[in-house]
């Protein structure tokens, strides 16, 4: 392992990044330029669009036989998604959080949540599994494209963007949209073999896993565009962006990245027991929190994402120490497993306090209207 190494590393970090956003810019263009509603476009190109980089790094590494990487990438990323991202986010300004995300969105990226793992308990991700995950994220498209052809609401955190997308791009000739979209994906497939290959080398002079890397570095890397598309929609005051922003790309990882990469992957995604034991639970623990911490007011505070964003760091602190037989391991794994219930239990108390709230208050406005 050299220097070199490292500036691969980031180069293909940023190679991600911008190619997503070269391909989402091209195709919700050349969406608009064909009539397609701008709610539509939202739903099913920038969407997918969003999980582009995990997409093309989970391919990539399956494709390469590095299906470790492959797993610890999703899995990572959606840790990091609801820990790292609405973490930081809160604490910037706190996050408000729309009836629809309460009562549909999070239901449903629990069900996907732990459909995923009582998929995994098997040890492997085959393609028969890849191909139920995958039918879940087409589904869920049609349906959302039907409830917003008929008017039943869609992510309204779209409607900006795709208005600025038409602003700039949409007065393009068709020809140089698609010739964006083809850099896109170009950038998106260089970008992902130099970060699956320097991240590889990295695993391998450092003696760590490949799941290690996969849900440290690769993950926070890919990760990065929801990031500073959530704290930068807190700082304009767009507090209920991230909060969407997130529960849909979790979704869209889960379903559609994993779907895919084991529908592609030669020998299926083997699952290793440390992804059984930790980090599979750790996802949904995180994923579940949600439901009690939205319950309380209907917003994720400052406390609570300092909270949420603590129990990122030490997660990730656990994951260091364990893949070097730190003896820190052995201090900090016990500690947080009387923590983590304890703050689970303060969650849950809150949110069941804020339920109730909510209950009375709706209660008392049926008695006014009679």
Do not use: C
């Amino acid at each position: 392992m050299t220097i070199w190494t490292f500036v691969a590393l980031i180069i293909g970090l940023g190679g991600l990044v911008w190619g997503a956003d070269l391909m989402v810019k091209g195709a919700a263009s050349i969406a608009t330029r064909l009539g397609i509603e701008p709610v539509i476009v939202g739903l099913t190109v920038v969407a997918f669009g969003t999980s582009a980089p995990e997409l093309a790094v989970s391919v990539g590494a399956a494709f390469g036989g590095e299906t470790d990487l492959a797993l610890g990438n999703v899995v990572g990323s959606n840790t990091a998604n609801v820990l790292l991202i609405l973490g930081t986010s809160a604490v910037v300004g706190g996050l408000a959080v729309t009836m629809r995300i309460i009562r549909l969105d999070i239901p449903i990226v629990l069900v996907a949540s732990f459909a995923m793992f009582l998929l995994a308990l098997d040890r492997e991700i085959d393609r028969l599994d890849g191909a139920l995950l995958f039918a879940g994220v087409v589904a869920y498209t049609v349906w959302l494209v039907r409830a917003a052809r008929r008017g039943d609401g869609g992510p309204g955190e779209f409607d900006e963007s795709i208005e600025e997308l038409e602003e700039a791009l949409v007065e393009r000739p068709v020809p140089v949209l698609l010739l964006l979209v083809a850099a896109g994906v170009a950038v998106l497939v260089v970008g992902s073999q130099l970060l699956v290959g320097s991240a590889t080398d990295i695993a391998e002079h450092f003696g760590v896993s490949e799941l290690v890397i996969g849900l440290t570095v690769v993950s926070i890397g890919t990760s990065l565009p929801e990031l500073a598309t959530s704290v930068m929609a807190v700082r304009r005051g767009e507090r209920d962006i991230a909060v969407g922003n997130v529960v849909g790309s979790n979704l869209f990882n889960l379903l559609s990245v994993l779907g895919l990469t084991g529908l592609v992957a030669p020998d299926g995604i083997p699952v290793d027991d440390a992804a059984i034991r930790l980090d599979l639970p750790v996802m949904l623990a995180a994923t579940l929190a949600l439901v009690p911490i939205i319950w309380n007011g209907f917003e994720i505070k400052r406390w609570e994402g300092a909270l949420l964003l603590g129990f990122y760091v030490a997660y990730v602190g656990f994951l260091v120490l364990e893949a070097n037989d730190h003896e820190g391991a052995d201090v900090l794994g016990p500690v947080m497993l009387i923590v983590t219930p304890l703050v689970l239990l303060t969650f849950a108390v809150t949110g069941f306090q804020g339920w109730r709230r909510h209950v009375n208050r709706r209660q008392a406005v049926r008695f006014d209207r009679s």
